[in-house]
């Protein structure tokens, strides 16, 4: 037993001094020494990252790692420096590239990992960093749901449009059921010119305001002369942020009617705005409504057909809300951020699906079927019987969605989800301002300053200005 004592005292021994020989992490990470770090910026120039590090062995290999606060994705980004034993070293982020810009409010997250030739490595802890545009002296009104920045008005107009955005949030959360899960910011710049130097560099003199979902930051341009109208734009600007917090999901999008409805239903519950009710009103008279089906899709770019889109889309949004309920507009929003397909989700929330829903609407202000679509309990057998045909409406019906949901990620495309785009000149065309190259992480949302025909002329119901 004594000597079986002695071989295991023996092998302790031993196994002591081969680990002794071997570095442990916390041994390896005390060679490298941060002597100083920290992070500057000029506000749609550039953010730059500096870093000062010392080691017992060279230093071979720094990164930058960085990624928006609340979001999953982080940029990696390897730091030129010359290798030593001593190192500074910077790494910019250039803000005048489309593909990098951050807007006002930006909040990243940033760390280094340092590695020496001998192996040892070092990851600092993460820093948080907010962004803000420092050319003027922000005043700010905060709760725990959202941070409103002004500068240009008296504090009764800053105090307007925060009791607003809070009535707007309570509206969102009873109606449809989307409860606010990230704090937003919105930052609402004196006036156009302002605001157009606050974006990127490649935004078309027509932007009026965006929403940046992925952000979740609104930036518009209220000139306090232009209170009313500031009200409507930055609340169906934030409702975006707070549908996309509710259902965003790496596999569909929502159909585009239910989106901007529920936008242009938050600015008023009770009746449509007077920027889209004379046109609405108008097509029903007419009998000219687009389907349901049509609306799932991009807006059109004709601004009275895009006028329109918004009026009946936010109508429709109405119908469900009094028809069906809010715990079914919820239950709808919650199918959704699944990534359901768009009838999917309508027949599991409301037991109808898109040509259905369409027809109870159309039934409400008086209009008949829409040609070719079958609404009692024949339709169903006949459904039922030939599901292949189902199917491929389905496929159809989504198979432009999924490329959507990529470009949002790829910020050098146009992406469609989120971002709402105010602005346009009245003689910006439609066409011109669909075509154009959007802000990063961003839906195109024409709500608010469609120009309406008259006589020849082109007049701008909200200011002289279009929404995207």
Known sequence: MGQIKQIAKIFFVVSGLLLAGLPSASLAQETITVVDQGWEATFRDNITFTLEATSEAEIVEIDLFYQIVGQIATSRNAVDFTPGTSVQTNFVIDQTDPSNYSPPGTELQYWWKIVDSAGNELKTEKETLLYIDTRHDWQTLENERLTLYWYNGDDSFGQSLFDRANEALDTLETDVGAVIEQPIKIFIYGGHEDLL?????????????????????????IDPRQLDWGLNAMTHEMTHLIIHQKTVNPFGDLPRWLDEGIAVYNENQDELDDDFRAIFERAVED??????????????????????????????????????????????????????????????????????????????????????????????????????????????????????????????????EGVSISGASSEASGQEATESKRAPFGLSCLTGLIPLFFLGLVISRRQGWVWQ
């Open 197 to 221: 130097g606050a974006l990127q560099v490649s935004a078309q003199e027509w932007t009026g305001g965006v929403a940046f979902t992925e952000y979740g930051v609104v930036v518009i341009g």
């Open 287 to 416: 009998n000219e409504l687009m389907t349901l089906r049509t609306l799932s899709s991009p807006f059109p770019a004709d601004p009275l057909q895009a006028n329109l889109a918004y009026g009946q889309s936010g109508a429709v949004v109405k119908y469900i809300i009094d028809t069906y309920g809010s715990e079914k507009m919820a239950n709808l929003l919650d199918i959704f951020s699944e990534g359901a397909l768009y009838d999917e989700a309508l027949e599991q929330a409301l037991g109808v699906n898109t040509d259905m829903l369409d027809n109870e609407f159309r039934a409400s202000v008086g209009l008949p079927p829409l040609p070719g679509t079958e609404t009692d309990a024949a339709a169903t057998v006949s459904e039922e019987a030939a599901p292949a045909e189902i199917e491929v409406t389905e496929a159809e019906e989504n198979s432009e969605r999924l490329p959507v949901v990529e470009e949002e990620i790829d910020t050098e495309s146009a992406p469609d």
